[in-house]
């Protein structure tokens, strides 16, 4: 089995084959000297690839690394990822640690352009014994929870890096992406406002989260909700668990009379299913780490608006 370092090599290798064959096959590689005069840009995530999409309009041409539904988690580069990496002018990522791949593809690229972390600037949440804090990042002690975008207003951070990014390489359409930053931020504003009039209407105490991983760190922080625990107690679904820990979480669903347990299409639901069986509470799927194509969730409102019905309907009275 290849290690994540000798598949990355293996990676880098197809690459200089790729460069070799592009000689005789046209096509297969877009060199460089290729390149039209609009920005070519690369987003690591679904989210990130609709918040870029908006503010650069028809200005630049935005690839998205993961297809809709794919867990970044879990998520694996292809040799076309380091082809792309290769010849973008920007590269925006979440950061946070999320895209674990991304140090050695770029390191495997050749000339990769500029990385943009889009959550740079954004207080993160450590992942504690204790569930989340919010502490300074230098000095974390713990896992940094990197699911930033189940809160809007860590995407209107998002929409000023981007904007900067692309007003920084391509000054003449400053205009055009200032202006599409703009009115992507009041959409964000206006969906901040939705969701508290929608999580009004769950008395305070039904406020308690149980996931299948902890990533509703910024949710529950920002609309005054707790995240009391999780099947995977960690803020990768890579983790794992143990049958102590499944067993404290058990305890806790039954002493806080815990209404649901909300799992993700993305992992194996087996072992969340065990709890609501144990427990006698019902599964609640929501969608976490990516937007669909062609599904419920095309759109980040959309995402946001499904899970935020969902927690409603499971939590409220």
Request: hydrophobic share 40%.
């Amino acid at each position: 089995m290849l290690t994540k370092g000798s598949f990355l090599k293996t990676l880098g290798l197809i690459w200089t084959v790729g460069i070799v064959l592009a000689a005789c096959s046209p096509g297969i590689v877009r060199a460089p000297e290729e390149k039209g005069s609009r920005p070519e840009v690369v987003a690591t995530t679904t989210f990130i690839g609709e918040v870029v999409k908006r503010i650069a309009g028809d200005a630049a041409d935005v690839t998205v690394l993961l297809e809709p539904g794919q867990n970044p988690h879990a998520y694996q580069p292809s040799p076309q990822d380091m082809v792309l990496v290769s010849s973008a002018d920007i590269l925006f990522s979440n950061g946070f640690g999320l895209e674990e791949f991304l140090d050695e593809l770029i390191g495997a690229a050749d000339s990769p352009g500029a990385l943009i972390e889009v959550s740079q600037g954004i207080d993160p949440l450590v992942i504690t014994a204790r569930g989340h804090e919010e502490v300074d990042q230098d000095h974390a002690q713990g896992s940094i929870d990197p699911h930033v975008w189940f809160d809007p207003n860590n995407l209107m951070v998002w929409t000023e890096n981007i904007a900067d990014a692309l007003v920084n390489i391509d000054p003449d359409n400053t205009d055009l992406y200032r202006a599409n930053a703009a009115q992507y931020r009041l959409e964000l504003e206006t969906l901040d406002s939705w969701i508290r009039d929608q999580v009004a209407a769950i008395p305070p105490q039904n406020r308690e989260l149980v996931t299948d991983h902890m990533s509703f760190g910024y949710f529950a922080e920002e609309y005054g909700f707790q995240q009391i625990g999780a099947v995977i107690p960690a803020a990768t679904t890579e983790a794992e668990t143990s049958g102590k820990q499944l067993a404290e979480l058990m305890d806790t669903i039954k002493q806080q009379d815990v209404k649901a347990i909300f799992v993700s299409a993305d992992i194996d639901p087996s072992m969340a299913e065990m709890l609501a069986k144990d427990t006698g509470i019902p599964l609640i799927p929501l969608y976490f780490g990516s937007l669909t194509e062609g599904g419920p969730v095309d759109t980040y409102q959309d995402f946001m608006r499904y899970d935020v019905d969902a927690i409603v309907n499971a939590l409220g009275e």
